[in-house]
T-cell receptor
Framework: ETGVTQSPTHLIKTRGQQVTLRCSSQ?????VSWYQQALGQGPQFIFQ???????GRGNFPPRFSGLQFPNYSSELNVNALELDDSALYLC?????????????????FGPGTRLLVL | AQSVTQLDSQVPVFEEAPVELRCNYS??????LFWYVQYPNQGLQLLLK??????LVKGINGFEAEFNKSQTSFHLRKPSVHISDTAEYFC?????????FGTGTRLTIIP
């Protein structure tokens, strides 16, 4: 186990609704990244948070947003859910040293939240 | 920008036989390479990583990988597979803040 936890484990929503997914990072880690893994695909980078600010974003629309809290935990919010948002959402934590995001260490993943949009 | 190509979507192998899962990458920045394994209905577990130094990297569960800069490859190998190795394997390259993953290789072990 990595020490990264995510909640809930499973979620069913209907189109147009909003959802919040949560992630607690591994002890000692200050950086959180979120990925979307559609069925049969590799994970796709959504965004990353460091020092409570978004640092880097993948090709996802603004209805995907996030937060990082002072204890380094994080939330992923998705508004106006679409059927194609059905996927496994993975959170990964890592440690960034000396404020240099190029010097991040390895990302460790949580078990994921499986979201189904009907 | 970076990208990863996993050439085989599925690899069936007999139990106790050797296996190689292929990965090719491209990256415009420093190369950090990873292999992750995903068991059914679970998240990703780190198998091994290449950050610098020796090009032969050993990981968990008897897996190893070799970084080849000239061929831009990072193939994963195991000399003798076990039923418990049945899983999806993802190669990834890290550039700046994000990991870029390949589409995965499903390893199926035949008893």
């Amino acid at each position: 186990e990595t020490g990264v936890t995510q909640s809930p484990t499973h979620l069913i929503k209907t189109r147009g609704q909003q959802v919040t997914l949560r992630c607690s990072s591994q002890s000692g880690h200050n950086t959180v990244s979120w990925y979307q893994q559609a069925l049969g695909q590799g994970p796709q980078f959504i965004f990353q948070y460091y020092r409570e600010e978004e640092n880097g974003r993948g090709n996802f629309p603004p209805r995907f947003s996030g937060l990082q809290f002072p204890n380094y935990s994080s939330e992923l919010n998705v508004n106006a859910l679409e059927l194609d948002d059905s996927a496994l959402y993975l959170c990964a934590s890592s440690s960034t040293h000396s404020g240099n995001l190029d010097h991040q260490e390895t990302q460790y993943f949580g078990p994921g939240t499986r979201l189904l949009v009907l | 920008a970076q990208s990863v190509t996993q050439l085989d979507s599925q690899v069936p192998v007999f139990e106790e036989a050797p296996v190689e899962l292929r990965c090719n990458y491209s990256s415009s920045v420093s190369v950090y390479l990873f292999w992750y394994v995903q068991y059914p209905n679970q998240g990703l577990q780190l198998l091994l990583k290449y950050l610098s130094g020796s090009t032969l990297v050993k990981g968990i569960n008897g897996f190893e990988a070799e970084f080849n800069k000239s061929q831009t490859s990072f193939h994963l190998r195991k000399p003798s597979v076990h039923i418990s190795d049945t899983a999806e394997y993802f190669c990834a390259v890290r550039g700046n803040e994000k990991l870029t993953f390949g589409t995965g290789t499903r390893l199926t072990i035949i008893p």
